[in-house]
């Protein structure tokens, strides 16, 4: 992989029309078909951007995205599109600047949902359970630990939040609500299949994907398509398999170290966030670094 280049903290692209900034991804318009999507460095935790960006950070995010795109691209379509770089920044220098962490995807209408698929029990699923036996609706057995491995995947979604709101667990039945039982189970059915595959893959080189988030969006003819990100450090939970116990929150290869430093600080998870120290900055790049080796190479 090429040298880390100076951060991106908000991209700058003076030739295309600014869309939408979010927590993490800067959105131009191209034309009426397809736009432009560039990683970047910055790095949201608890649904709140923080100030300090992480060097590299989209770079991993766009190489292990388009991996999973073309790896995937037999089960369910993609956003990706045939557009190269260059045929939509003529400038060289502006092109340089987010030439390792931009894409150009096809335009379509994004479901107002977030595709999570569980199939171990951390994070906002363990506080579920241990307030009702149950995540997103779906009823677990009695007596699991924290970071167990469930005894079934389980797909639960949750709502898509705006910057700065949090995302809220719904069950498949609300989903169905929002988006029609047709696409609901399509959703459904392929991220199931999405985490399956990639489960085996990433065990081979020594990962566990205890949990990841698909989005999904529908083109003119109503079906559905992957877009966003799929399967990365900030879209899942990847665990080092020779690290990993029950009963405990097992190291990760994403922001969870970033997560822990701020349950240090007595942050209060509302914006402003607090700065974060050069050396949290440095080993949160070098997790997002590793995982990206071990699943590419």
């Known amino acids: 992989m090429a040298a880390i280049a100076e951060p991106v903290f908000h991209s700058d692209l003076q030739s295309l029309e600014l869309i939408n900034r979010g927590k993490?991804?800067?959105?131009?318009?191209?034309?009426?078909?397809?736009?432009?999507?560039?990683?970047?460095?910055?790095?949201?935790?608890?649904?709140?951007?923080?100030?300090?960006?992480?060097?590299?950070?989209?770079?991993?995010?766009?190489?292990?995205s388009n991996f999973w795109f073309e790896r995937t691209a037999k089960l369910v379509a993609n956003h990706c599109s045939t557009l190269r770089l260059e045929d939509v920044l003529s400038d060289a220098d502006e092109r340089d600047t987010v030439a390792a962490q931009a894409v150009i995807v096809r335009r379509l209408d994004p479901l107002p949902v977030e595709a999570i698929v569980r199939?171990?029990?951390?994070g906002s699923g363990w506080?579920?359970?241990?307030?009702?036996?149950?995540?997103?609706?779906?009823?677990?057995?009695?007596?699991?630990?924290?970071?167990?491995?469930l005894p079934n995947v389980i797909f639960t979604p949750s709502t898509k939040a705006d910057v700065g709101d949090h995302d809220e667990n719904i069950g498949f039945?609300?989903?169905?609500?929002?988006?029609g039982g047709d696409t609901a189970a399509r959703v459904r059915d392929v991220s199931l299949q999405l985490y399956e595959q990639a489960v085996v893959y990433a065990a081979a080189r020594g990962i566990i994907i205890a949990d990841t988030k698909f989005e999904f969006g529908l083109d003119g003819n109503g079906d559905v398509v992957l877009i966003d990100e799929v399967l990365t450090p900030d879209s899942s939970r990847f665990w080092p398999a020779d690290e990993y116990a029950p009963d405990s929150s097992p190291p990760s290869f994403d922001k969870q170290y970033v997560r822990d430093y701020l349950e240090t600080t007595g942050w209060d998870k509302k914006p402003p966030a607090p700065s974060l120290p050069d050396d949290v900055i440095a080993r949160t790049a070098a997790k997002y670094q590793e995982a990206r080796n071990r699943l590419i190479g």
Do not use: C, W
Request: proline content about 5%; overall charge negative.
């Open 119 to 122: 199939g171990y029990l951390i």
């Open 173 to 179: 039945d609300e989903m169905v609500a929002l988006v």
């Open 24 to 64: 993490v991804r800067d959105i131009y318009a191209v034309d009426d078909g397809h736009m432009l999507i560039v990683a970047t460095d910055r790095l949201s935790a608890f649904d709140v951007v923080l100030p300090n960006p992480i060097p590299g950070k989209g770079a991993v995010l766009t190489e292990l």
């Open 127 to 149: 506080k579920d359970y241990q307030a009702s036996g149950q995540v997103s609706g779906v009823q677990l057995p009695e007596g699991l630990r924290q970071a167990d491995r």
